[in-house]
């Protein structure tokens, strides 16, 4: 029988990846998506057609029930957020009720429509924050930096409550820095690569910048859907850390893009206090052990075969968008 699946965020990065994976394996799409004044679906243009788009947002419970309602599904994956730490500051009340409360929203639908529905949520290692050991894993206690990485410590324990108090087959993937060319142009990977190719063509001069120094573990976000979908394939429900066991700072990846290009950053990058963060998260650095041995997943892009991809991506979208405006 065709399984059926309902995804939150369809619109976002992960939310398309996780869609054409699932698609592949023929599964039933359908999508939760929010109104807005113009549709956002550059990253599911080319799979629009497969997909069944329910409108509904994360703070609407009504909505959520009905989507599950009319989806039926067999696995929920929860991708839906305000996802950007930074703007965690500026819009602290929203990022909390969104990226918190909106996981119980979900899960409450899931709960009294179709509570043998399989559910994944997105958590974050954001939640590890100021950590207190180093390589993080599963058993890592949380000390989150941000208004986002707050909300998300409340999403990871609602999933876990619901798991225990109503035997929910609820996972929390505690997922490390994953990007793509489809990652949204605020975050630092695709900021960089996005300025990288505009100097390149000369369509920008410097690129303003925040904390070099803070080290993340940067995957590529294609492998890491997968394991959001093994972690529904289990015959029991957990909590998996995925992440690729490398740190790099953003330094590093400011210098990978520009000589790629065959650049020198010094020359471009300026500093600017307004990309500096009020709480830093310094180090980041995950254990996958788990997921490696009960899920049997393993990345397979590179760190900086991942940034290569990103600017070579951005490169060829701005050229196509500048033979556009001749003709
Ligand atoms: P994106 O920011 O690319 O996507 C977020 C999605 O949430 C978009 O589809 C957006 O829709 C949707 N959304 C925002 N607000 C609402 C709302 N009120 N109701 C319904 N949908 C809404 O995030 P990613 O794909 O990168 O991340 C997916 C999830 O994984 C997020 O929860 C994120 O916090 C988490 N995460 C991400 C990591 C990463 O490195 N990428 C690492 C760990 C966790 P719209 O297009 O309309 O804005
Ligand atoms: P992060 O990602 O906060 O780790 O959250 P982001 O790419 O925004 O920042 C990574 C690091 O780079 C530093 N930095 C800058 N960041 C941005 N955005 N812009 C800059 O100019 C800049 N200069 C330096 C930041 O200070 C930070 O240390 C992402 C999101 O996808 C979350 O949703 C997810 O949960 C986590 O990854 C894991």
Known sequence: MTKRALITGITGQDGSYLAELLLNKGYKVYGLRRRTSTPIMEN?????????????????????????NVSQPDEVYNLAAQSFVGTSWDQPSLTGQLTGIGV????????LNKPDAKFYQASS???FGKVV??????????????????????????????RESYNMFACSGILFNHESPRRGVEF?????????????????????????DAKRD???????????????????????????????????LVEI??????????DYVVIDPKFVRPAEVDLLLGDCSKAK????????????????????????????QAQAELV
Do not use: C
């Open 44 to 68: 599911i243009e080319h799979i629009k057609n497969e997909i069944e788009f329910i409108e509904g947002d994360l703070m609407d419970q009504g909505s959520l029930s009905h989507a599950v």
């Open 104 to 111: 119980t929203n979900m899960l409450e639908a899931v709960r």
């Open 125 to 127: 290692s954001e939640m």
């Open 133 to 162: 050991e180093t390589p993080q894993k599963e058993t890592t206690p949380f000390y989150p930096r941000s208004p986002y990485g707050v909300a998300k410590v409340y999403g990871h324990w609602i999933t876990v409550n619901y």
């Open 188 to 212: 630092v990977t695709r900021k960089v690569t996005d300025a990288v190719a505009k100097i390149k063509l000369g369509l920008q001069t410097e690129l303003r910048m925040g904390n070099l």
């Open 218 to 252: 940067w995957g590529f976000a294609g492998d890491y859907v997968k394991a959001m979908w093994l972690m529904l394939q289990q015959d029991k429900p957990d909590d998996f850390v995925i992440s690729t066991g490398e740190t790099h700072t953003v330094q590093e």
């Open 257 to 266: 893009a520009f000589s790629y290009v065959g650049l020198n950053w010094q």
């Open 293 to 320: 041995e009960k899920l049997g997943w393993k990345r397979e892009v590179g760190f900086e075969q991942m940034i290569r991809m990103m600017v070579d991506h951005d490169l060829e979208r701005l050229q196509k």
